[in-house]
């Protein structure tokens, strides 16, 4: 069963630094998502990605994230001065066309210190 | 306020039972509503997907149920084994947003099967 995949599994980073969270989505998947959980909290939604573009956004992807496709198989989500707020689990999830499921990576945990 | 809200407290069931997992949402329009399955520091797992034309979806075990009327989702797994146990996780897509696909995600309830 293809496997949406994440790198690294856990990172831990001082405040104010840089990261780039990795992610393989499944090859012939058209969309892209970063989705984070702070640990006890729901899901939830922050950026989608189609066609070389962001298509949506929420209010938590400030200036401070990006997202990147650099070549045809990796997607990348980079934190530019980090927060001790944003510690919290990363998970990519890709999809095909039409209205099925998401594929979801099994996440990067990401601890501010 | 737009709200989508599982039942936050843990639903503890005898294996072989029926477990009934309800999602209840206000002031959306959903378009469909899915449900996954989480394990602790795991990402979710899709599970099954409604349309808001639709009244029922089954797989294998797993049934769901749609009603608009009452803005309300159930999930039920039969014949529930201990490996059932997990969190339950609904997630709703808006209609009339744009394709991007965008969830939004109740807290998830807690599955307990006992042998």
């Known amino acids: 069963e293809p496997e949406v995949t994440q790198t690294p599994s856990h990172q831990v980073t001082q405040m104010g630094q840089e990261v780039i969270l990795r992610c393989v989505p499944i090859?012939?998947?058209?969309?892209f998502y970063w989705y984070r959980q702070i640990l006890g909290q729901k899901v939830e939604f922050l950026v989608s990605?189609?066609?070389?573009?962001?298509?949506?956004k929420s209010e938590i992807f400030d200036d401070q994230f990006s997202v990147e496709r650099p070549d045809g198989s990796n997607f990348t989500l980079k934190i530019r001065s980090t927060k001790l707020e944003d510690s919290a689990m990363y998970f990519c999830?890709?999809?095909?066309?039409?209205?099925?499921?998401?594929?979801f990576g099994s996440g990067t945990r990401l601890t501010v210190v | 306020s737009q709200k989508i809200e599982q039942n936050s407290e843990a639903l503890n069931i005898q294996e072989g039972k029926t477990a009934t997992l309800t999602c209840n949402y206000t002031?959306?329009?959903?378009?469909?509503l899915q449900w996954y399955r989480q394990d602790p520091g795991r990402g979710p797992v899709f599970l099954l997907l409604?349309?808001?034309?639709?009244k029922e979806k089954r797989k294998e075990r797993l049934k769901v149920t749609f009603d608009t009327t009452l803005k309300q989702s159930l999930f039920h797994i039969t014949a529930s084994q201990p490996a059932d146990s997990a969190t339950y996780l609904c997630?709703?897509?808006?209609?009339?947003?744009?394709?991007?696909?965008?969830?939004?995600f109740g807290q998830g309830t807690t599955l307990q099967v006992k042998p």
């Open positions: 999830a890709s999809s095909g066309a039409g209205n099925y499921g998401y594929t």
């Open positions: 090859s012939n998947h058209l969309y």
């Open positions: 990605f189609y066609n070389n573009e962001i298509s949506e």
């Open positions: 002031n959306y329009s959903p378009a469909y």
């Open positions: 409604i349309r808001e034309n639709e």
């Open positions: 997630a709703l897509k808006a209609s009339g947003s744009s394709n991007t696909g965008k969830l939004i």
